[in-house]
């Protein structure tokens, strides 16, 4: 039997984050383990009148995939692949690993390869706005997370505030709230982080700070703008190991001047960060700022879906700018970063706190 939290999260999904109608046509992918959460959207979407379109991938396709693959394959786009997406109205992505390092030995140089041969296929669901991002918890998510399968379990469902009555009106508060931010961010030039050996300056002068309460991201809890991009200056250091691609890399630290990284390091996997600040000229500039504000993801657990929204961080991400802000950032890569403010951490917006040690000041 499905379990009854899967059911209450891919009906959250569809009717809440999408808000699928009659006649309209979703697509549907993931990873095989991923197949119960998959098969329970899909029921919600013919439940409401729309269309499932599945694209569902062996776990494993990936390793196979970068283990066998020549040149001309690392950068071959299906055609297919954006004929589904411009047919789709939405698209609802379920992330569903069993293995987490599966892609820890590949080349880098593969790896950007193939981020930027797929990027039409990210500008194109990105410019539509009509997708969802959520996770279907497995094994290898809670081992990352230090947790038993049952606990990890608990922590998404709770964390989407499935576990709640009326889920929907849970993300309706959090919304409330998080215009409050807004409100209080609304005109603002300076933004100033203070943390262990953190220190950054950068203007968000001009740029919009969007809410974000469930309907991109499942879980959420954030409100976010893209920064003007050569305002950066200082240093950071980000309090949690950052994964990309496969690859843990701990202990980043960036330093900034004109709105670029002009020095990083990292305790482990360093040479993948720097590879990755290579990718593209975008790739050295900030993307994103974001804010937390998820009070129930209190602990770190190895996945940015959850880890960017604990309530009392923040995260700034190298590479891409959401358009909608105003961000003008290009890169193949998005790559979120967080900062916690929880334990002596401060913002400053315009030489005024908003956050300190963790909560806000609205």
């Given amino acids: 039997m499905t379990d009854p939290r899967t059911s209450r999260l891919a009906h959250l999904l569809v009717t809440y984050s999408r808000n699928v109608k009659r006649g309209h046509t979703v697509m549907i992918g993931g990873p095989s383990a991923a197949e119960p959460l998959l098969l329970e959207v899909g029921r919600e979407v013919l439940r409401r009148g729309g269309h499932p379109m599945y694209r569902m991938s062996p776990n494993q396709a990936g390793e196979v995939f970068y283990a ?23 698209v609802i992505r379920i992330m569903g690993e069993t293995n987490t390092q599966a892609l820890a030995g590949v080349d880098p140089k593969k790896q950007t390869t193939v981020r930027k041969a797929h990027r039409p296929l990210q500008d194109a669901v990105l410019s539509k706005n009509e997708w969802t991002l959520a996770l279907y918890p497995t094994a290898a998510y ?65 740029r919009k700070f969007l809410n974000s309460y469930g309907s991109h991201n499942m879980p959420d809890g954030e409100v976010f703008t893209g920064p003007v991009e050569t305002s950066a200056e200082g240093e950071i250091r980000y309090s949690y190991p950052v ?34 600040l290579r990718t593209d000229d975008g790739a050295t500039r900030l993307g994103e700022l974001g804010i937390g504000t998820n009070y129930g993801i209190q602990q770190f657990v190895k996945n940015i879906l959850f880890d960017e929204k604990i309530g009392g961080s923040v995260h700034l991400a190298v590479g891409r700018s959401y358009e909608e802000t105003g961000g003008k950032n290009k890169s193949a890569i998005h790559w979120d970063m967080i900062c916690d403010l929880r334990h002596g951490g401060y913002m400053e917006v315009d030489g005024k706190i908003l956050q300190a040690d963790g909560k806000f000041r609205v």
């Fill in 142 to 206: 809670a081992q990352d997370a230090g947790m038993s399968l049952e606990a990890f379990e608990a922590f998404v469902y709770a964390a989407c505030r499935v576990d709640k009555k009326d889920p929907v009106a849970e993300w309706k508060k959090a919304k409330a709230f998080q215009e409050k931010i807004i409100r209080r961010l609304r005109g603002a030039d300076e933004v100033h982080i203070v943390a262990p050996d953190t220190d950054l300056t950068l203007s968000v002068k001009g």
């Fill in 243 to 276: 994964c990309y691609s496969g690859k843990e890399v701990v202990d980043v630290r960036l330093a900034f001047e004109n709105g670029r990284v002009v020095h990083a390091s990292a305790e482990k996997n360093e040479a993948f960060l720097k590879a990755m």
């Fill in 68 to 90: 066998e693959a020549k040149a001309a394959q690392l950068t071959y786009l299906p055609a297919s692949s954006m004929a589904a997406i411009k047919e789709a109205d939405h």
